[in-house]
């Protein structure tokens, strides 16, 4: 099988996104990777769009992943459907209340669009052929059990964005939770924007995140979203894979995909999270009971069997058979 991967390779916080997604489609066929982004920088999109059109048509792929591709038009996808045999794949993993003009206009060509969110009223508005959830997973290359002594009690990945943008509903809350944290338990936050922090850090990827997770003792998650499952944020996953209790905020579907208290731990208030937080501090072996679970659960959650599920019900003709998780089609 040929694959083209099509996606911004560069992009620093999502790196083990796009290498555990890469090396996932690298089972399955020989893979080609096209950095929309930097060759739109270096030139420009029309270039750019027709540098695609022209690599699809030279190759014609079985299979194409296209990751966001902002700077993709729907022209440049309906060109590459009438003159290829090519199985186009459009996955959008950000969340804004109304549809991205672009993702509309691929969507329209796309033998399928996957979302990593559940919310039917929003993804009907893209009018895509096909649609269907579909989240971030764990990398085995990135994510994994290191055995390193838990010397912080709680840490959190991820930026302050009201000091950046506030366009998502739950922003505030994530700072005032924070806040919270901050005060009460010995917290330490891995991003950009929380000065005043007693413990702050700088953003890490790969290795460096890893370490940072294995040295955890709880990783704390909160949703940009909590009125619909939308699990596009990779923490979730990510923290599980490495062994480490991941407690998070609740969100509507997450128990389609997760026991509470026995895989992974969450909580509906700022308080209930305090409460949780010190309950799970001063009970090692509770904690390392759910880590353990939670574990197992997130391999099985991984970029492999994410990946391995599109291109086994592609080969079948069954557009819905990747899913994995209890949920309804979104068609």
């Not at 509309?104 to 990593?116: G, H, I, P, R």
């Not at 992974?264 to 937080?277: M, R």
């Amino acid at each position: 099988m040929k694959i083209l991967y099509v996606d911004s390779l560069k992009a620093k916080h999502a790196q083990s996104n796009i290498t555990g997604l890469l090396s996932a489609f690298q089972l399955y066929g020989e893979v080609d990777v096209f950095d929309y982004r930097t060759l739109a920088k270096i030139s420009s999109n029309e270039k750019m769009n027709k540098a695609l059109v022209k690599t699809c048509l030279k190759t014609n792929y079985d299979f194409i992943f296209l990751g966001k591709c902002e700077s993709i038009f729907g022209e440049t996808v309906r060109i590459i459907k009438e003159q290829t045999k090519s199985f186009v794949v459009s996955f959008l993993g950000d969340f804004y209340w109304e549809p991205c003009p672009f993702k509309v206009e691929q969507n329209k060509y796309a033998d399928l669009s996957l979302f990593s969110y559940y919310e039917k009223e929003v993804i009907s508005k893209y009018n895509s052929k096909n649609s269907g959830f579909w989240t971030d997973g764990s990398n085995a290359g990135v994510d994994y059990y290191m055995g390193l002594e838990k010397i912080h009690d709680v840490v959190f990945l991820g930026s302050n964005h009201l000091t950046i943008n506030n366009y998502l509903e739950n922003y505030s809350f994530r700072y005032e939770l924070m806040k919270e944290i901050d005060s009460n338990f010995d917290l330490h936050v891995y991003g950009n924007g929380w000065d005043g922090f007693k413990n702050q850090h700088s953003w890490v990827q790969n290795k460096d995140k890893t370490t940072a997770v294995n040295q955890a003792k709880i990783t704390i998650g909160v949703s940009a979203v909590v009125s619909f499952l939308y699990l596009s944020y990779p923490r979730v996953f990510q923290s599980m894979a490495c062994g480490t209790l991941h407690i998070t905020q609740y969100v509507p579907g997450l128990e389609l995909l997760f026991k509470n208290h026995e895989d992974i731990v969450w909580f509906n208030t700022i308080e209930e999270a305090k409460v949780l937080l010190r309950y799970y501090l001063e009970n090692d072996d509770m904690r390392e009971r759910v880590a353990l679970n939670g574990r197992e659960k997130a391999l099985q959650h991984s970029y492999v069997n994410r990946v391995k599920g599109i291109i086994d019900c592609t080969i079948k003709d069954d557009l819905f058979g990747y899913l994995g998780v209890n949920l309804p089609s979104l068609a």
